[in-house]
């Protein structure tokens, strides 16, 4: 929210925000920057440039004693879960204050991350779409949804050379009618006779898929999840 303040014969604005009992106020909103709503930066913004702000503005409130609201824990968790970094996710989860700890979307946005340390994309796509998500992030919750989503059809198209329209509809958290849509409209993939997908391998270079995917199982089993 923008207010005029009068001052020296001129009218000046100055952020404010309702939901903030502190001034500075370190909400997701004035973190990010108020010249567009906040729906708008989050889509707008790669990834890194929103965690570059997030983290700055944690360590600057926690050198003062201050905390930042929980959105921007949220969000700063999303962005970490889209990234597929999920040490720092972890690691932002168990070095946030007691109170955040609390704030509902921020133990949703852990579980999904979760849930993705234990290679169950199902859960994690159905915690995502599910949850009840403020206002301002809906829109971003949806882009890191497709990100998420992309990731896992990627590692799928070099992991396989048939699959089944269920598995990978479990896989990806649609339907079995969304999936063929999505993969054979969106990626290229083909529906044979028998009911199979048989995937066709994307340009971009990832790692070996079936250890990627194995790799999870570890680092859950590593880090105690």
């Excluded at 199902?122 to 998420?148: Q, S």
Aim: charged residues 25%; contains cysteine; hydrophobic residues 40%.
């Amino acid at each position: 929210l923008q207010v005029a303040v009068r001052g020296s014969g001129a009218t000046r604005k100055q952020n404010t925000c309702m939901a903030c009992t502190w001034k500075p106020c370190h909400c997701l909103m004035h973190v990010l920057g108020a010249e567009m709503s906040v729906d708008t930066l989050l889509l707008s913004k790669p990834y890194k440039d929103i965690q570059t702000s997030l983290e700055g503005t944690i360590q600057e409130c926690l050198s003062r004693d201050e905390v930042p609201t929980s959105d921007v824990y949220t969000v700063l968790m999303l962005t970490y879960i889209a990234a597929e970094q999920l040490e720092l996710a972890k690691f932002l989860w168990k070095g946030s204050p007691q109170p955040i700890r609390h704030a509902e979307e921020l133990q949703i946005s852990w579980a999904v991350g979760k849930a993705l340390w234990k290679r169950d994309f199902g859960t994690a796509f159905e915690v995502l779409k599910n949850a009840d998500w403020p206002i301002g992030v809906r829109d971003f919750v949806e882009r890191v949804l497709d990100t998420l989503r992309q990731r896992v059809l990627i590692l799928l198209s070099k992991a396989y050379t048939s699959i089944s329209v269920n598995d990978t509809a479990q896989f990806c958290g649609l339907s079995p009618e969304d999936v063929v849509e999505t993969t054979v409209s969106g990626f290229g993939w083909t529906l044979s006779e028998d009911g199979m997908l048989e995937p066709k391998p994307l340009s971009e270079e990832w790692p070996q898929s079936r250890d990627r995917l194995e790799k999870y199982a570890r680092q859950a089993v590593l880090f105690e999840v």
